[in-house]
């Protein structure tokens, strides 16, 4: 079946450091991926999506790359803020749109 | 109007009793989805409700669990004779439909449920 593996946390940054948080994929077809971010004592919310290969999606200066030669959607950020500070979940959906999420990365960054 | 609610936010329960979870979509929105979420831990599919479709209750861990959607409206999961191991925060989302690749959720901020 459909499964996402992405890196484990946490991981904590000093302000302005670059941000890379590694999602790899399994799956038949061809998945649209996510990135769904979780504010502390937030729901969930989407952060970016990506519908086929080689589409990049962006948001609030997050981006990541649907690679489909490499199975993988990596989350990155140039310059990462406190605000940052959330748990990021990698995602997948499938042809009956069932999401498959990741284990989830805590992202501490520290002024 | 608003996003997808849940209630209550909280409920604690004694080991054995049953609960009931409520969650209202966006209106509109076709689809409807369960998902468990343990400390610590990813998010686990339940169930999704799609219109008029038998539910697709795969993800239901046991027969202690069942949920019901009256329409495209408001869905209830109810757990039966609640165990330790149940404890989680129980999140629904919904979009506007299901089968379309890359139609997002939108998800409720959860029910968080502690059996004693």
């Known amino acids: 079946g459909d499964s996402v593996t992405q890196m484990e946390g946490p991981v904590t940054l000093s302000e302005e450091a670059f941000l890379t948080i590694n999602c790899t994929y399994t799956a038949t077809g061809y998945p649209s991926l996510f990135w769904y971010v979780q504010y502390p004592g937030e729901g969930l919310q989407l952060l970016l999506k990506?519908?086929?290969?080689?589409d990049k999606g962006s948001n609030k200066g997050f981006e990541a790359t649907y690679r489909k030669e490499t199975t993988s959607f990596h989350l990155e950020k140039g310059s990462v803020q406190v605000s940052d500070s959330a748990v990021y979940f990698c995602?997948?959906?499938?042809?009956?749109?069932?999401?498959?999420f990741g284990t989830g990365t805590k992202l501490q960054v520290i002024p | 109007g608003a996003g997808v609610s849940q209630s209550p936010s909280n409920k604690v329960t004694e080991k054995g009793k049953d609960v009931e979870l409520r969650c209202d979509p966006i209106?509109?929105?076709?689809?409807l989805y369960w998902y468990r979420q343990r400390l610590g831990q990813g998010l686990e599919f339940l169930i999704y409700?799609?219109?008029?479709?038998?539910?697709?209750k795969s993800g239901l861990p046991s027969d202690r669990f069942s949920a019901e959607r009256t329409g495209e409206s408001v869905s209830t999961l109810t757990i039966q004779r609640t165990q330790q191991e149940d404890s989680a925060v129980y999140l629904c989302a919904s979009s506007l439909a299901a089968g379309v690749s890359g139609d997002t959720q939108y998800f409720g901020p959860g029910t968080r449920l502690t059996v004693l």
């Open positions: 995602a997948l959906t499938g042809g009956y749109q069932k999401v498959t």
């Open positions: 409700f799609q219109g008029n479709s038998a539910p697709d």
């Open positions: 990506a519908t086929k290969a080689d």
């Open positions: 209106s509109g929105h076709t689809a």
